[in-house]
């Protein structure tokens, strides 16, 4: 098992910037594939981005694509999402999610584990 918990989220004016994080802990020998999704009220669960296991491949949705940057610090189990320029349609609960097996980047039914997620706003 591996438990995922994420952090960073808040409240931000358009335009802003932050910085999630995501640490991981439990059964983390092996890399595994990464990725951050979102969901916002009434909408379906939403792929923002994916980093391969080794991190030389990273994916993107084409709404973020350009303002939003994934990364991973392996040594310290963490990932993290930097997200510049934010806009008010950003706003969704973020959740940090890992895979055991390849798929669909995008699609979050590929993902094995989740963190509880973590609120971020943006205001205009």
């Known amino acids: 098992q591996v438990q995922l918990v994420e952090s960073g989220g808040g409240l931000v004016q358009a335009g802003l910037s932050l910085r999630l994080a995501c640490a991981a802990s439990?059964?983390?020998?092996?890399?595994?594939?990464m990725g951050w999704f979102r969901q916002a009220p009434g909408k379906e669960r939403e792929f923002v981005a994916a980093?391969?296991?080794?991190?030389?491949?990273?994916y993107y949705a084409d709404s973020v694509k350009g303002r939003f940057t994934i990364s991973r610090d392996d040594a310290n189990k963490m990932l993290h999402l930097q997200m510049n320029s934010l806009k008010p349609e950003d706003t969704a609960v973020y959740y940090c999610?890992?895979?055991?097996?390849?798929?669909?980047?995008?699609?979050?039914?590929?993902?094995?584990?989740w963190g509880p997620g973590t609120q971020v706003t943006v205001s205009s």
């Open positions: 980093i391969s296991w080794s991190g030389a491949g990273t």
């Open positions: 999610a890992a895979r055991t097996y390849g798929g669909s980047w995008s699609d979050y039914r590929q993902y094995n584990y």
């Open positions: 439990g059964r983390t020998q092996r890399n595994y594939d």
